[in-house]
């Protein structure tokens, strides 16, 4: 079974249109023609289009807070200016960077959260059995899981739960090109293949956020 049945976390992508995400991310479809570009709080289409590939942490945070959670650019915004995601002189977008997104949702919503500059997959799954998930920083490929890693970080994804043999851990995919990518699962070791050693965890409130 693909989906996640216990975590309880809802599944988003950093594309307005899930069933767009794998024409977008490759290039195939302009991001200025996602139809649901508004759906993403962005302030325009050409917001929309420059962010949203970049914004694969600021939508584990949207499903780490939950079903109340803001819209995607709220949460870019909140982000933004606590330095989480920065933009540099040539119009670079750097981020999404752990500290300063750290402080963002402690602050903002109150949510106890910490950086792991250093971290191992039995370390994540000992923050899954203290009630946390995690912030992983993955490479991009985890979606083609039938396909050798190409490497490891650049991308994170929401790791909810450990399946249900404990053999593997269930995560969220910001760029899932479809349900089973969106909500996974993979074995530790498979897992590891694509994982970089660092994230962020978080403790889940057991009550909406509102933000302020």
């Keep these: 079974m693909n989906s996640c049945t216990t975590c309880g976390f809802p599944s988003h992508t950093?594309?307005?249109?899930?069933?767009l995400v794998q024409a977008i991310a490759t290039g195939e479809l302009p991001a200025t023609e996602d139809p649901a570009w508004r759906e993403s709080g962005a302030a325009d289409v050409e917001d929309y289009a420059r962010w949203c590939g970049h914004l694969c942490g600021a939508t584990c945070l949207?499903?780490?807070l939950?079903?109340?959670?803001p819209s995607l650019f709220e949460l870019r915004d909140g982000a933004v200016k606590f330095g989480a995601y920065t933009v540099d002189g040539e119009g670079e977008i750097r981020g999404m960077?752990?500290?300063?997104?750290?402080?963002?949702?402690?602050?903002?919503y109150g949510v106890?959260?910490?950086v792991h500059r250093s971290l191992t997959v039995e370390e994540i799954g000992e923050l899954l059995d203290a009630g946390r998930v995690v912030i992983a920083s993955v490479h991009y490929a985890i979606r083609r899981p039938h396909e050798p890693s190409p490497g490891r970080g650049g991308h994170l994804v929401l790791v909810?739960?450990?399946t249900g043999d404990g053999r593997?851990?269930?995560?969220h995919n910001p760029s899932g090109t479809d349900a089973a990518t969106r909500m996974a699962q993979l074995p530790v070791e498979r897992f590891e293949d694509y994982f970089a050693g660092r994230g962020m965890s978080?403790?889940?409130?057991?009550?909406?956020?509102?933000g302020a």
Excluded: C, N
């Excluded at 939950?66 to 959670?69: D, F, N, S, Y």
């Excluded at 500290?99 to 949702?105: G, M, Q, R």
């Excluded at 593997?168 to 995560?171: L, P, V």
């Design 66 to 69: 939950g079903a109340e959670a």
């Design 202 to 210: 978080l403790r889940a409130p057991s009550a909406p956020v509102t």
């Design 62 to 64: 949207r499903m780490a």
């Design 97 to 108: 960077i752990y500290a300063p997104a750290v402080d963002f949702v402690r602050e903002v």
């Design 112 to 114: 106890e959260a910490e």
């Design 160 to 162: 909810t739960a450990r």
């Design 168 to 171: 593997g851990f269930h995560f």
């Design 14 to 19: 950093q594309f307005a249109s899930p069933d």
